[in-house]
């Protein structure tokens, strides 16, 4: 894989050049936001290994940013804050997945393993619908009726997901690990947060709601028999 790392920590950076290096990746490393860009805009990139506090900006900017150009790379944050607001703060920014220093080069592997796994598996064009709720997988957008919904990089995997199961009952377990890729926390309400902001979008004035709890079981999108 061709992987960016930016990282502005030189420990850090060696550590995950060498170790990338080894595995038989293509690496290039830089060490702010403004070389970063430059280096997107001239390479194509399997992979962005992307530390949160840059010297000239931070991460989540530049993955808004960058998805605001539709650029759909795998992203990846590795940084060291870690709590569940700071979680949904990279999710919701576009990254897709997040990894906690200190953490060992085996699980950044496997994650980047499953991230281009899923990124590849995707189709390059797909309209999923439901009802009169229509997901454009080229375009990126969601319609309810005729109502443009926005949704965040990280809610349009979501219902994405539902599509490709829809009607299948998926569990909070399932949505964190191959969603969010995240290892699920019974602990934590990462999930319900979630499913609350996509259900808000949308099933908000709806007479007919598509996404369903299924108590202890986790959700569905399906339209209910009257
Ligand atoms: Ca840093």
């Not at 962005?48 to 150009?69: E, V």
Request: net charge neutral.
């Amino acid at each position: 894989m061709k992987v960016l790392i930016v990282e502005d920590e030189v420990r850090v950076a060696n550590f995950l050049r060498k170790g990338l290096r080894e595995a038989g990746h293509d690496v290039d490393a830089v060490a702010n936001g403004q070389k970063a860009c430059e280096c997107v805009a001239n390479t194509e990139y399997d992979m962005i290994l992307l530390d949160w506090m840059l010297p000239d900006t931070s991460g989540i900017d530049l993955c808004l940013d960058w998805r605001k150009q539709a650029l759909r790379i795998p992203i990846i944050m590795v940084t060291a804050k870690d709590t569940t607001h700071d979680l949904i703060s990279a999710l919701d920014g576009g990254a897709d997945d997040y990894l906690i220093k200190p953490f060992a080069l085996a699980e950044l592997f496997a994650r980047m393993r499953a991230l281009h796994r899923r990124s590849s598996e995707i189709p390059p064009k797909a309209t999923f619908k439901l009802d009169d709720l229509v997901l454009d997988w080229a375009s990126r957008e969601a319609r309810r009726s005729k109502d443009q919904i926005y949704l965040s990089p990280r809610e349009f995997s979501l219902l994405e997901f539902f599509f490709r199961n829809l009607g299948k009952t998926i569990s909070k377990r399932e949505l964190s690990e191959q969603v969010l890729g995240v290892h699920h926390d019974a602990n934590t309400n990462l999930i319900e947060v979630h499913i609350n902001h996509l259900r808000n979008k949308l099933d908000c004035g709806s007479k007919r709601p598509l996404i369903h709890t299924i108590r202890g079981v986790g959700y569905v999108l399906k339209v209910l028999e009257q």
